[in-house]
């Protein structure tokens, strides 16, 4: 298969993907588009230094002239890998959750170990290798529930505050 078919096929099951995903009812449509927005924030830091220091390489993408990264992956499917890990992991107790990142990080890895022996999509430059890729995948899910639960948390502490109690508590 060409490298442009694989992409666009990508690009299409992502956008479904993000369409299903997005749109399920467990838990606050909210809490998913900001564990997307904040998984698409973070993988772009983490990626952005990685391929300027030539460790990763998108040789075949969308829009070349304006983005080193590859796209689809940047800002599809790793937010979109994201919040399906917050979705399955919205109510399990922080070691399982913690454990069930390799649910969504091996897959991830073994996908870009397969694209970039087997396309020009991806490439694996200076010692870069799968092992990166797992370690920074399962350290973005983590970090990115870890937001995630403090914001709910916040949220939660700050809704029990009304601006109602703290007059009535000035009277």
């Known amino acids: ?5 694989i992409l666009n096929l990508l690009t299409i099951a992502g956008i479904a993907g ?11 449509l909210k809490d998913w588009f900001l ?7 973070v993988s772009t830091i983490f990626d952005g230094p990685v391929i300027k220091t030539n460790h990763l390489q998108y040789p075949h993408r969308y829009l070349p002239k304006l ?7 940047l800002y599809i499917l790793f937010p979109l ?3 399906m890990y917050n979705q399955f992991t919205y109510k399990m107790k922080p070691l399982k959750s913690l454990l069930s990142v390799f649910l969504f990080s091996v897959p991830m890895t073994l996908l870009e170990n397969w694209l970039e022996r087997n396309t020009d999509l991806v490439k694996y430059k200076k010692g870069w290798n799968g092992f990166f890729t797992f370690i920074v995948l399962s350290f973005t899910f983590i970090l990115v529930k870890g937001c995630i639960e403090g914001i709910r948390f916040l949220d939660k502490k700050f809704k029990r505050i009304s601006p109602l109690e703290g007059n009535e508590a000035a009277s």
Request: glycine letters at 4%; aromatic letters at 18%.
């Open 1 to 5: 298969m060409k490298d442009r078919t």
């Open 18 to 28: 993000s369409i299903f995903t997005l749109s399920r009812k467990k838990g606050d």
């Open 35 to 41: 564990i997307f927005f904040i998984k698409t924030f």
């Open 67 to 73: 983005f080193d990264s590859n796209i689809v992956f």
């Open 81 to 83: 890998s994201c919040v």
